[in-house]
């Protein structure tokens, strides 16, 4: 039989922690790496493990590393604290863990709020590698969507596990505008250049691939609403890059010369 660690990473998360924690109570390990959360977040992981360790935020993927690496098991289940394994799956991981895996990694389908409902079951869904052996995986290093690579075979199981992070309009914009900021250093880093047609063009493919085609029609107007924030996403990520680019060649402040607050707002600015 292998043993497993499940892995979270928290901060301020009290709202979804329990119901995260629940649900993994059978694994032969639970960690949770927390930031130092100002709510009840450390008084419930204590209800459920002895294994909880503080550090401030590192970042998305050198945070998860470093929980990863604390583990005391190779295989590991990585989760957010918002995030909740269904009974089916659950089953599924304990029976795979007990014949022995024969991949390096899993991926597994997650099904997501939209904001008051949950997607329709046919909706296609997006698969995360999140059960992995850490000796062949670690965290890639990109900035906000960080997520575990792995050097071998990667095998797909086939229960769900559910994410509760998008619960209205708000947290969704908030997000997306939080993302996209994130992401403009990670395109200069590997030398992406902007072109502003792909605020034109780009977003409206991303409402047909995922209204249409991943079928978030069937999740009714939840569906339409996330199928235009996330096209939103895609502008903004490429207007923001592009904007970087124009700042960088005019300046951030237009007040004239002879403005009186001129000077300062361009040290603030620097």
Not at 61 to 82: E, G, R
Not at 124 to 134: P, S, Y
Request: proline share 4%; with cysteine; aromatic share 12%.
């Amino acid at each position: 039989m292998t043993q497993l660690t499940v892995v979270i990473t928290t901060f301020n998360n009290a709202d979804t922690l329990r119901s995260c924690l629940e649900a993994v109570r059978w694994a032969d390990e639970i960690l949770v790496l927390d930031s130092h959360s100002t709510d009840a977040t450390r008084e419930i992981a204590a209800e459920f493990t002895d294994r909880i360790s503080q550090h401030h935020f590192l970042g998305y993927s050198q945070q998860k590393q470093m929980a990863i690496d604390l583990a005391a098991y190779d295989w590991v289940l990585l989760l957010d604290a918002d995030e909740v394994v269904s009974s089916a799956l659950q089953d599924e991981i304990r029976q795979l863990m007990q014949r022995g895996p024969t991949a390096d990694g899993y991926t597994l389908p997650r099904s997501e709020q939209l904001f008051w409902r949950m997607n329709h079951p046919s909706c296609r869904m997006n698969h995360f590698l999140r059960l992995f052996d850490r000796r062949k995986g670690c965290m890639n290093d990109v900035p906000v969507h960080a997520a575990p690579v792995v050097e071998g075979l990667v095998e797909q199981l086939h229960n769900v596990f559910y994410h509760f992070g998008e619960k209205d309009i708000d947290t969704k914009v908030h997000k997306i505008n939080w993302y996209s900021t994130g992401l403009v250093e990670d395109k200069l880093r590997r030398g992406k250049r902007a072109n502003p047609w792909s605020c034109v063009f780009y977003p409206p493919l991303v409402f047909v691939k995922t209204f249409l085609l991943k079928k978030n029609y069937r999740s009714g107007w939840a569906g339409f609403i996330g199928s235009v924030c996330m096209a939103f996403y895609a502008f903004l990520k490429y207007a923001k890059l592009f904007e970087h680019e124009q700042q960088q060649q005019y300046g951030t402040s237009l007040l004239p010369a002879e403005a009186p607050n001129r000077s300062a707002a361009l040290r603030k600015a620097a």
